[in-house]
């Protein structure tokens, strides 16, 4: 798993998969899904990051 922040356009995308993006559906606005071709999760963009998450590029990993 991969998370990039592009501050310059303020895009957050976490990577789950380096699986090739067939489809991406906007479920809510700003928030886009990428799917691969069996409908797996590929990464989650989020627009305008800096106005919905505290701190976009402050990253925390736990494993419970």
């Given at each position: 798993m991969k998370v990039k922040y592009d501050k310059e356009v303020d895009v957050?995308?976490?990577v789950f998969s380096e699986n090739?993006?067939?489809?991406?559906?906007e479920e809510k606005s700003g928030?886009?899904?990428d799917y691969d071709k069996q409908g797996?999760?590929?990464g989650i963009e989020i627009l305008n990051?800096?106005?919905r998450v505290k701190n976009p590029t402050k990253v925390e990993y736990e494993v419970a």
């Amino acid at each position: 798993m991969k998370v990039k922040y592009d501050k310059e356009v303020d895009v957050l995308y976490i990577v789950f998969s380096e699986n090739k993006i067939k489809e991406s559906d906007e479920e809510k606005s700003g928030i886009i899904l990428d799917y691969d071709k069996q409908g797996s999760i590929v990464g989650i963009e989020i627009l305008n990051a800096s106005k919905r998450v505290k701190n976009p590029t402050k990253v925390e990993y736990e494993v419970a």
